[in-house]
């Protein structure tokens, strides 16, 4: 992954689920959409169970790691 902290569409607090990177005003782990992804849920299922989230946020998250993903030594 990454470096989240250059993502706004997410936060790390220490009192928030541990300090896991989390979208931005909620408690939903960014790891929670990882998951479902691979677990065949669509981004709309995801929006449906985790009505907190915002699709902007989603799309946010997705195109950081393509980038991480296309430039590995930034990461």
């Not at 479902?36 to 989230?53: A, Q, T, W, Y």
């Amino acid at each position: 992954m990454g470096n989240w902290g250059d993502c706004e569409a997410v936060e790390s607090r220490p009192d928030v689920v541990s300090g896991a990177w989390v979208f931005r005003g909620t408690r939903v782990p960014v790891a929670a959409l990882f998951e479902n992804l691979k677990d065949g849920s669509s981004i709309e299922d995801f929006l449906i169970c985790f009505p907190g989230v915002q699709r902007t946020q989603i799309e946010s998250v997705l195109e950081h790691e393509a980038m991480a993903a296309s430039n590995p030594a930034q990461t």
